[in-house]
């Protein structure tokens, strides 16, 4: 007979560039001893990323993950079919998915920072200007990831040059074009009105449905995580010693605050939540 006490499923969700990946070389091996422990604990590990959908499956296969994820900070929501065990909503159906659709149709995006450009006589390179050539210089990414970064379908990243006088420009122009700015932690993006958040509170309620009662871990780095970490129910920061933490993020509860970055960092904060947090 089932309990009436039911342990909640731990659902944990993830950033990649700077979190669960090196910043520089996009190494996660520092984290494989808190990974092997989720693939073993069968937790389901949720990647949700700026990068591209083609990016994202790259690291699925080298994570043996077949979780969902999200795509393009909270543009895209893929989930396997399958997966849950129910009906729901969804956008489309590509490939082995189904997804659901929070962005803005790319071409748009890049319309609307073509006008910015024009308009604020600033040099912007968004990566529909760059070439993979020169992609692989700025990133450190492989050719072939260049070009998967390069496949975008709901967010453009950009560099800007100039200060931050430039920056505040272009941020104001976005927002009255109606479209949002998020910075990343390399690149400033331009979206449409979607974020990582709007994205997990969706998985948070199919979890829910398919488990009843779920807990939610959310790890991030940067400002494009905040609301991501405001929808789960521990969130974990990553912040080099001398950046401040940001303002909303101070008053978030039972926040976890950790120093440095990337996989080793990660590692860290996963296994103690596995130990703490799992009876
Ligand atoms: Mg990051």
């Not at 422990?37 to 080298?62: A, H």
């Not at 077949?66 to 795509?71: L, Q, R, T």
């Not at 393009?72 to 159906?93: A, H, L, M, Q, T």
């Not at 950009?158 to 927002?175: H, M």
Request: net charge negative; aromatic share 10%.
């Amino acid at each position: 007979m089932q309990s009436m006490t039911t342990t909640p499923k731990l659902v944990i969700i993830t950033d990649l560039d700077g979190t669960l990946l090196d910043r520089k070389t996009y190494s996660f091996s520092p984290a494989e001893p808190a990974l092997n422990l989720i693939r073993i604990k069968g937790i389901p590990l949720v990647l949700s990323s700026s990068k591209t959908r083609y990016e994202i499956e790259i690291y699925r296969k080298r994570l043996e993950n077949d979780h969902p994820f999200v795509s393009e900070n909270g543009g895209g929501v893929f989930i396997p079919k399958n997966y849950f065990s129910f009906p729901f909503p969804y956008d489309r159906e590509l490939d082995e998915y189904f997804v659901l659709e929070l962005g803005t149709f790319y071409p748009r995006i890049i319309e609307v920072l073509e006008s910015i450009k024009r308009e604020a006589g600033i040099k912007i390179k968004g990566f529909s200007d760059l070439t993979k050539e020169e992609l692989t210089s700025l990133c450190g990414l492989s050719l072939k990831e260049a070009e998967f970064a390069k496949k975008r379908e709901y967010d453009e990243p950009f560099i800007v040059e100039g200060g931050e006088t430039e920056i505040e420009i272009i941020k104001r122009k976005i927002k009255e074009k109606e479209m949002n700015y998020v910075w990343g932690g390399t690149f400033h993006h331009i979206l449409g009105n979607n974020d990582k958040g709007k994205a997990v509170e969706i998985l948070k309620e199919l979890y829910e449905n398919q488990f009843f009662s779920i807990f939610t871990v959310g790890i991030g780095d940067s400002l494009n995580d905040l609301p991501m970490l405001l929808a789960v129910d521990h969130p974990i920061f990553l912040k080099e010693k001398e950046e401040l933490l940001p303002k909303v993020l101070s008053s978030a509860p039972k926040l976890t605050l950790l120093e440095g970055r990337g996989p080793q960092v990660w590692n860290e904060a996963v296994s103690k939540v596995l130990t703490e947090l799992i009876p």
